[in-house]
């Protein structure tokens, strides 16, 4: 990987860590890797998220008009709360690429990149002479991570997509929601969070291939399809082998039981997960039914599923008999799996989370201390963190085009003048 200046971390960010016994700061794990990222909502700019979560010098090259994420969702004093994340840890610059001037600067900025992230619709880049060939004859080790709704080749390349297609398609949707109900749609970006972290995953993938194949990089094609199709279970196996297709259970499992939503006395909801029969017996007798423990059929998760009424509804009248700390603390002894159902006021002050810093506090020039999700994984000799939220439209144009390709402040004001920049 090419070698780049990276900002210092301080230690508050590290997760799980006050600053007492906070690690020295490390670069992570991901340090000296350089990102482009040219993509726009979602998948994509997660991916590019998530490097730099991790050490990864990503430059956010945005239209002089702006990333439409920077106006999507709650906004605060006219800054986007949701950009204030998903550009976290990215510097940001502008750059009109449907420009010949544009397409030049890229390619400029290719040369010393190690990753370049995109989500045009096929055949766009290589409209404005910044296809895989072009780019990769001017840095023949770039990986180039491609992202779209169905792929850059079959009969639905075409289409324009969100993930919101990918959720309807892959089967989720038909799987979600109540047995009479109509299909269900998650609230959020779902898809592009599942392609977000497989982005990532494929990213660091090619850059181990590249440096054990003479720094040969490549293109990962990925849609948003085909990511959240590879974690939705066995469906399409159990279809060719058995014929059988999954409907919609609410809440329920056609795996095991009792696995459901139940209602505490005053009136909050809690999780109940059974999958290993040692579980749903503890529950069982938990709730004061040792006889259905005994049963011939109990031991099989199958059958279990399919008495999922029977065990429901004595979990149910046992749970609404007593108040949320009781319900707790009883399944606590008994060694049984359950967990409230939070709303964000209350995931935030739980003592688990707040113990791990998994929501954690960042300074932001805009709003001042904000909070947000820390970086999701625990990597203890080379943790991640969170060196700044996501930045103002073009903040670093003068500091990278200047101090990286030596445009001089005539140039850029040119550039600035007519659009480009």
Same mark, same amino acid.
């Given at each position: 990987?090419?070698?780049?200046?990276?900002?210092?971390?301080?230690?508050?960010?590290?997760?799980?860590?006050?600053?007492?016994?906070?690690?020295?700061?490390?670069?992570?794990?991901?340090?000296?890797?350089?990102? !482009? +990222?040219? &993509? @726009?909502?979602?998948?994509?700019? #997660?991916?590019?998220? *998530?490097?730099? $979560?991790?050490?990864?010098? =990503?430059?956010?090259?945005?239209?002089?008009?702006?990333?439409?994420?920077?106006?999507?969702?709650?906004?605060?004093?006219?800054?986007?709360?949701?950009?204030?994340?998903?550009?976290?840890?990215?510097?940001?610059?502008? !750059? +009109?690429? &449907? @420009?010949?001037?544009?397409?030049? #600067?890229?390619?400029? *900025?290719?040369? $010393?990149?190690?990753?370049? =992230?995109?989500?045009?619709?096929?055949?766009?880049?290589?409209?404005?002479?910044?296809?895989?060939?072009?780019?990769?004859?001017?840095?023949?080790?770039?990986?180039?991570?491609?992202?779209?709704?169905?792929?850059?080749?079959?009969?639905?390349?075409?289409?324009?997509?969100?993930?919101?297609?990918?959720?309807?398609?892959?089967?989720?949707?038909?799987?979600?929601?109540?047995?009479?109900?109509?299909?269900?749609?998650?609230?959020?970006?779902?898809?592009?969070?599942?392609?977000?972290?497989?982005?990532?995953?494929?990213?660091?993938?090619?850059?181990?291939?590249?440096?054990?194949?003479?720094?040969?990089?490549?293109?990962?094609?990925?849609?948003?399809?085909?990511?959240?199709?590879?974690?939705?279970?066995?469906?399409?196996?159990?279809?060719?082998?058995?014929?059988?297709?999954?409907?919609?259970?609410?809440?329920?499992?056609?795996?095991?039981?009792?696995?459901?939503?139940?209602?505490?006395?005053?009136?909050?909801?809690?999780?109940?997960?059974?999958?290993?029969?040692?579980?749903?017996?503890?529950?069982?007798?938990?709730?004061?039914?040792?006889?259905?423990?005994?049963?011939?059929?109990?031991?099989?998760?199958?059958?279990?599923?399919?008495?999922?009424?029977?065990?429901?509804?004595?979990?149910?009248?046992?749970?609404?008999?007593?108040?949320?700390?009781?319900?707790?603390?009883?399944?606590?002894?008994?060694?049984?799996?359950?967990?409230?159902?939070?709303?964000?006021?209350?995931?935030?002050?739980?003592?688990?989370?707040?113990?791990?810093?998994?929501?954690?506090?960042?300074?932001?020039?805009?709003?001042?201390?904000?909070?947000?999700?820390?970086?999701?994984?625990?990597?203890?000799?080379?943790?991640?963190?969170?060196?700044?939220?996501?930045?103002?439209?073009?903040?670093?144009?003068?500091?990278?085009?200047?101090?990286?390709?030596?445009?001089?402040?005539?140039?850029?004001?040119?550039?600035?003048?007519?659009?480009?920049?």
């Amino acid at each position: 990987m090419t070698a780049h200046p990276s900002d210092s971390y301080s230690t508050h960010d590290h997760p799980g860590t006050s600053a007492a016994d906070s690690p020295p700061p490390t670069r992570g794990p991901l340090h000296g890797l350089r990102v !482009l +990222d040219i &993509s @726009t909502v979602y998948a994509a700019p #997660i991916t590019a998220m *998530l490097l730099g $979560d991790f050490g990864a010098d =990503v430059i956010k090259i945005e239209h002089p008009s702006g990333d439409p994420a920077r106006s999507h969702g709650a906004r605060k004093d006219g800054h986007g709360l949701w950009w204030k994340v998903i550009a976290r840890n990215k510097k940001c610059i502008t !750059l +009109d690429l &449907s @420009t010949d001037e544009g397409q030049q #600067i890229l390619r400029d *900025l290719v040369i $010393d990149a190690d990753v370049l =992230v995109e989500n045009f619709r096929p055949g766009v880049l290589e409209k404005w002479g910044l296809g895989p060939d072009r780019l990769h004859a001017v840095n023949p080790g770039l990986v180039l991570l491609r992202v779209t709704g169905f792929g850059q080749s079959g009969p639905y390349a075409e289409r324009r997509a969100f993930g919101t297609l990918a959720e309807a398609m892959s089967g989720f949707a038909h799987q979600t929601g109540t047995e009479d109900g109509p299909p269900t749609l998650p609230p959020f970006g779902l898809a592009d969070g599942v392609a977000g972290l497989a982005g990532a995953f494929g990213v660091v993938t090619a850059l181990l291939h590249r440096n054990g194949s003479a720094g040969r990089g490549q293109v990962i094609d990925m849609s948003l399809l085909e990511p959240l199709l590879g974690i939705l279970g066995p469906g399409p196996t159990a279809y060719d082998q058995l014929g059988t297709i999954a409907g919609r259970n609410g809440n329920r499992s056609p795996n095991n039981a009792p696995r459901n939503t139940y209602l505490t006395k005053d009136g909050r909801w809690v999780a109940v997960s059974a999958s290993a029969t040692s579980v749903a017996a503890r529950v069982m007798r938990l709730v004061g039914r040792p006889d259905i423990v005994e049963q011939s059929w109990f031991d099989s998760a199958g059958e279990r599923s399919r008495n999922g009424e029977l065990l429901d509804d004595a979990v149910a009248k046992w749970i609404a008999d007593r108040p949320l700390h009781e319900v707790t603390a009883e399944f606590e002894r008994a060694g049984a799996a359950l967990a409230p159902i939070y709303d964000v006021a209350q995931l935030m002050s739980d003592p688990q989370v707040l113990a791990r810093d998994c929501i954690t506090t960042v300074d932001d020039e805009d709003l001042g201390p904000i909070k947000m999700q820390n970086v999701m994984l625990r990597m203890l000799g080379t943790p991640g963190a969170i060196k700044f939220p996501g930045r103002r439209l073009g903040q670093d144009n003068q500091e990278f085009y200047r101090d990286t390709l030596g445009i001089d402040q005539e140039r850029m004001t040119e550039l600035t003048e007519k659009g480009v920049l």
